[in-house]
């Protein structure tokens, strides 16, 4: 895609990505768990802790899962606003950086473009993290509190796009984390 003055390419690196990720767990980790263990306690996030600890073979594998889920929630509510559907959308893995992808190769509004950015972590995250404090569930906190982490490479590309028009079109960047922003481009 050539460069005009109506289009404005936004990346962030994949390794800045991973450690602004990783840095993000502070706050959400402060934010999540003081309130907690401030209306709960202690106890719950001790005992959730042993429960994952215990059962490391078992997070594991679902930490997997949930990876896939993650990628696949990006997926699916891109395809529904992408013309072509699930045939516009690739995945893999950027195995310098162990990093799984979603890929929309089609146009988007840019509501449609951060809908499908924040779904994986509204749904894997911050829906497990309302559930903990309604079940005072210790290691539903500590695995909601990682999978908001993990979906902060995303939230960061999303706020990026706040500072376009809502008119703008969006294309998910082919081969980085980020996006192109077209101003004299339509989606239907």
Known sequence: MN?????????IPVGKANLLSFLLLIPIVLIAVIPFVILFGTSPLV????????????????LLVLIV??????????????????KSISFGIK????TPYCHCNEP???KHYIL????????????PLIV????ANGWLLLVSVFLIATAGGDFLVLFRTLKYPSTYIFFDHPTEIGFIANKNHSVS
């Open 95 to 98: 195995w310098a950086y162990l």
């Open 108 to 110: 988007l509004k840019r």
């Open 116 to 127: 499908g950015g924040i779904m994986p972590g509204l749904v894997t995250g911050i829906i």
């Open 3 to 11: 460069s005009t003055e109506y289009q404005f390419e936004e990346v």
């Open 47 to 62: 005992s959730g802790f042993n429960t994952l600890q215990n059962n490391l073979l078992v997070v594991l594998a679902g």
């Open 69 to 86: 889920i993650h990628e696949g929630l990006h997926g699916i509510t891109w395809a529904f606003f992408a013309k072509t559907g699930l």
């Open 132 to 135: 903990s404090y309604i079940n």
